[in-house]
């Protein structure tokens, strides 16, 4: 069976401010929504762990809080600074961890706090999962987790889906298809503002997979210097692409890779059909090289980029058009607002929100 470990605080049971101490003395504890019956999903199938960084509680105070709320008989064992003998905050936690629970597949993490929850437990080497209440963007619009939740009631059937490429493997890909410098800056780019607009969109009530758009987004490109003749990359090098991606057994990011042609738009076959394709066809219509500008300048240096092709790409443009608006009606904005949006989201401004 695999294994989950879980974060404790504002992960499994909510962490009230204005209470000090060990949590299980509090006059007042909350199991967080849906904890109760994802556990005892997860229960049939997986062995569950708890691990926190909490400095007032050792494992046996933690175990009594979960009981309180009637949590504890789903874990296997508590780790907590007290047993571990070192901070969360130090990468030796999560080490002692593995050692501890001695499993031969990678750990999988989930929390809420991406510093001491996910970017420690990816460096690890374990899988992070990012629980995001707030819909909140990740640190530079990089999400190195592979699964990101609304609501915990999300996870079973996400961790029944074919695991997606972790960043630094979806870029060791496009390193080993010849990506250059600019091209990977793009792909970067491509990446962020899809899984920013992604959010976006689930904040507004679609159902959409920011994850699956944030990697469709960085590896849309793969096989664009595959050709020998650059006249011919705008054709096919997304076919290409997605039969990369096929061997790769990522179907849903060979559909992504081979929708995001201009072209697509008025193709029945490659037609974006999904959100996910449909946000990273956009994004990539509205970032040229790694800045994100207005989609009438992107059509622009596509048509300078690509002159042989110039007819073919402006008659497209009444299709991007219907697109960016489906996109911004489904949002409730403006082209021009969120082109300012995700402009600042782009630059790694952590004070963006969304209101």
């Not at 992960?11 to 299980?24: A, D, E, H």
């Not at 994802?38 to 062995?47: G, M, V």
């Not at 009981?67 to 789903?74: D, F, H, I, N």
């Not at 008659?315 to 600042?344: F, H, W, Y």
């Amino acid at each position: 069976m695999d294994v989950l470990v879980f974060d404790w605080g504002d992960t499994l049971m909510r962490v009230f401010p204005q209470f000090g101490g060990p949590m299980v003395d509090w006059p007042e504890v909350e199991v967080i929504s849906g904890v109760k019956e994802t556990l005892e999903i997860l229960s049939k199938d997986y062995q569950l762990y708890v691990a926190t960084g909490a400095k007032e509680s050792n494992a046996t105070q933690v175990k009594n809080a979960l009981k309180r709320v009637g949590l504890e008989g789903y874990f296997q064992g508590i780790f907590t600074p007290f047993e571990i003998g070192l901070p969360k905050s130090e990468i030796g936690f999560f080490h002692k961890i593995a050692r501890s629970i001695n499993h031969s597949s990678p750990l999988i993490y989930i929390g809420d706090d991406y510093g001491s929850d996910i970017n420690h437990a990816v460096r690890c080497g374990w899988r992070a999962i990012w629980f995001n209440p707030l819909l909140n963007p990740c640190i530079a619009l990089l999400p190195l987790h592979s699964i990101e939740l609304q609501s915990l009631q999300e996870l079973p059937p996400l961790l029944k889906e074919k695991p997606l490429p972790e960043v630094n493997v979806a870029i060791s890909w496009l390193i080993d298809q010849g990506v250059n410098t600019n091209l990977l800056l793009h792909s970067l780019a491509v990446a962020s503002v899809s899984y920013y607009l992604s959010l976006l969109l689930k904040s507004s009530g679609s159902l959409i997979n920011p994850i699956l758009s944030h990697r469709g987004g960085l590896l849309h490109d793969i096989a664009k210097l595959n050709r020998r003749d650059p006249n011919e990359l705008e054709i096919d090098h997304a076919e290409m692409g997605s039969r990369f991606l096929i061997e790769k057994d990522q179907p849903e990011l060979a559909q992504i890779a081979r929708s995001h042609l201009i072209s697509s738009l008025s193709d029945r076959d490659r037609k974006p059909a999904t959100w996910e394709q449909k946000i990273v066809h956009y994004a990539d219509k509205i970032v040229e090289g790694s800045n994100v500008v207005m989609l009438e300048e992107r059509i622009q240096a596509i048509c300078k980029r690509y002159p042989h092709h110039a007819d073919r790409i402006l008659g497209s443009v009444s299709g991007v058009k219907q697109l960016q608006s489906e996109i911004c009606d489904a949002i409730g904005i403006s082209p021009n607002l969120l082109k300012n949006k995700v402009s600042q989201a782009l630059l790694g401004m952590q004070d963006v929100r969304f209101d």
